[in-house]
Structures are given as C-alpha cells and as structure tokens.
C-alpha cells in the first residue's frame, strides 16, 4: 500500500480503458478503503472499452432501452453514486474520493463537498480557455421544467455543474459514507447523439449535452487531464502523485466486480 506523508499530497491514477464493471469496481474499493484510512484521497482517470451506460443507484432500469443496449451490444452498469444515466463514449471519466474529515470537505453536507470539487473542475474548464459558469444554487424543479424526469445526466444543470450557454459540460453524482465520499464524473469530448437517442428512452432533443470539442476542436483528452490534474492541485492546494492501485484495492475490486456484472444489481429498481 502506497504511504503518503503529510495531507499535502494525494494520488492520482493516470487514465486507462477498462470496461464498465471493472471501472465501477474499482470506484467502490477505493471509497471503501479511503474509509478505513488504508488509501489516500485519489483521484482517477479512466475511460471505456466499448460504449457503455451507467445508471444511477436510485433510478429505474425501465428509463434505459436495454433491448437497444443488447441488439448493439452496449453493457450497462448500476452506479455507486445516484444521478441519472450517462451513455460513456468520447470522453474522460473521474472519480474522487476522499475522507469527509479531510478538508475541506465536510462529513454532513453533500452540497459543500460539490461546491468544492465543481470549483476545481471550473478552474480547469477555464485554463482551457472555455467561457463556461457554474451553478451557485439547487435548481428548483419549475426551472428544470420537462428536463426533470429526463433519465439522462447530461438533460439538465443542477448545483455546481458547470455549463457554456446553457449546455451542460460535466455530469457527476456523489455517494457519501460515513467517513468518505466517492464523486463520479463524465466530461464528453464530443457527444453520440444517435447512439443517445437508441438507447434512452428520451428524444436527445431534450438534452443540451455537448463534448467539449464543439466549442474548441483543439482539446485533447490529454489536455483536459493535464488541465484538472493542475486544478485540483491549485484549488486543494496538495500535489497529486502518480501512483497505480494498490495490490489490496485490486483484490477488493475484484470481489466487487462480481456485484456489478450482476442483473440482482443492475436490474433491481
């Protein structure tokens, strides 16, 4: 297990591809085990080895066209974190966890330990030159209007999810633990929207996703990494070490892998 002295400095696991189970394993070991004290705050990188869809933890199987998803061989995965459903593709993917004791996030209030990461990710966002906001406040659902029961992530901004002109650039959830916290998070490049419109069960009219290469094509998944690496090291301000899982977190994750390529999981709601 990797020892890190001093709460200055937190790990980062450089980005690979892996398949949507595997990647939410691993997800869930790292919060797990950033719990019980045994892992640092870490925040990872990853992508996927084929189009996949994650659902959130609370929402029905019945939003997502699963035929469409078995016809064109597309997985899809529960999530750890609540949210709506993100279909992964061109994109980079996060998670970042840490103890809820370690500042400054906090172990009661899930809307600050948003504030806080959104802050870095906007920082990122605009080194790359995008003019982007961010959300200062709960959408009310008069606001959301028909986007409220959209099952897609990317149909609507809520607090703290950053947008250019009105379309949304960054979908992510949170799960709190006791002692930690686990936030996901889906960053297009560029967006699918035929594959979208086949597996949702929702016209992608009714979504105001967009990659990020729709308003500067010169934006590489390399660049936006390097952009949020130097974010987060700014905003928290801690250095992030590069260092791979940790032999205990893979075996976790791979005890874990079996809950998510399970229909009791996937399909319970």
Same mark, same amino acid.
């Given at each position: 297990?990797?020892?890190?002295?001093?709460? *200055?400095?937190?790990?980062?696991? #450089?980005?690979?591809?892996?398949?949507?189970?595997?990647?939410?394993?691993?997800?869930?070991?790292?919060?797990?085990?950033? #719990?019980?004290?045994?892992?640092?705050?870490?925040?990872?990188?990853?992508?996927?080895? *084929?189009?996949?869809?994650?659902?959130?933890?609370?929402?029905?199987?019945? /939003? +997502?066209? =699963?035929?469409?998803?078995? $016809?064109?061989?597309?997985?899809?995965? $529960?999530?750890?974190?609540?949210?709506? =459903?993100?279909?992964?593709?061109?994109?980079?993917?996060?998670?970042?966890?840490?103890?809820?004791?370690?500042?400054?996030?906090?172990?009661?209030?899930?809307?600050?330990?948003?504030?806080?990461?959104?802050? !870095?990710?906007?920082?990122?966002?605009?080194?790359?030159?995008?003019?982007?906001?961010?959300?200062?406040?709960?959408?009310? $659902?008069?606001?959301?209007?028909?986007?409220?029961?959209?099952?897609?992530?990317?149909? !609507? &901004?809520?607090?703290?999810?950053?947008?250019?002109?009105? $379309?949304?650039?960054?979908? =992510? !959830?949170?799960?709190?633990?006791?002692? &930690?916290?686990?936030?996901?998070?889906?960053?297009?490049?560029?967006?699918?929207?035929?594959?979208?419109? &086949?597996?949702?069960?929702?016209?992608?009219?009714?979504?105001? &996703? *967009?990659?990020?290469?729709?308003?500067?094509?010169?934006?590489?998944? @390399?660049?936006?990494?390097?952009?949020?690496?130097?974010?987060?090291?700014?905003?928290?301000?801690?250095?992030?070490?590069?260092?791979?899982?940790? /032999?205990?977190?893979?075996?976790? @994750?791979?005890?874990? +892998?079996?809950?998510?390529?399970?229909?009791?999981?996937?399909?319970?709601?």
């Amino acid at each position: 297990m990797m020892k890190l002295r001093g709460d *200055a400095v937190w790990r980062l696991i #450089e980005y690979s591809e892996n398949d949507a189970a595997f990647n939410m394993a691993v997800d869930e070991a790292l919060s797990l085990m950033i #719990e019980t004290g045994d892992s640092p705050p870490t925040l990872r990188f990853y992508g996927w080895s *084929a189009p996949s869809v994650t659902i959130g933890a609370f929402q029905r199987i019945g /939003d +997502i066209n =699963a035929d469409a998803c078995r $016809r064109l061989a597309i997985p899809i995965v $529960r999530r750890p974190t609540g949210g709506r =459903a993100i279909l992964h593709g061109d994109e980079l993917t996060f998670s970042f966890s840490t103890g809820t004791q370690t500042p400054p996030f906090s172990v009661t209030s899930l809307l600050h330990n948003y504030k806080a990461i959104g802050e !870095a990710f906007f920082l990122a966002f605009r080194r790359l030159g995008l003019n982007c906001e961010i959300t200062q406040r709960r959408l009310k $659902r008069v606001e959301v209007g028909p986007m409220a029961s959209n099952p897609m992530c990317f149909s !609507a &901004a809520s607090y703290s999810e950053i947008t250019i002109v009105g $379309r949304k650039i960054l979908g =992510a !959830a949170q799960k709190r633990y006791k002692y &930690a916290l686990l936030e996901q998070g889906s960053i297009p490049l560029s967006v699918d929207r035929t594959l979208m419109s &086949a597996v949702f069960n929702a016209a992608t009219s009714e979504t105001d &996703a *967009a990659g990020l290469r729709e308003f500067d094509d010169s934006i590489t998944l @390399a660049s936006v990494q390097s952009a949020v690496t130097g974010a987060f090291e700014d905003v928290f301000s801690v250095r992030l070490l590069p260092c791979p899982l940790a /032999d205990e977190e893979m075996s976790l @994750a791979r005890k874990l +892998i079996e809950k998510y390529l399970s229909r009791q999981w996937t399909y319970r709601k």
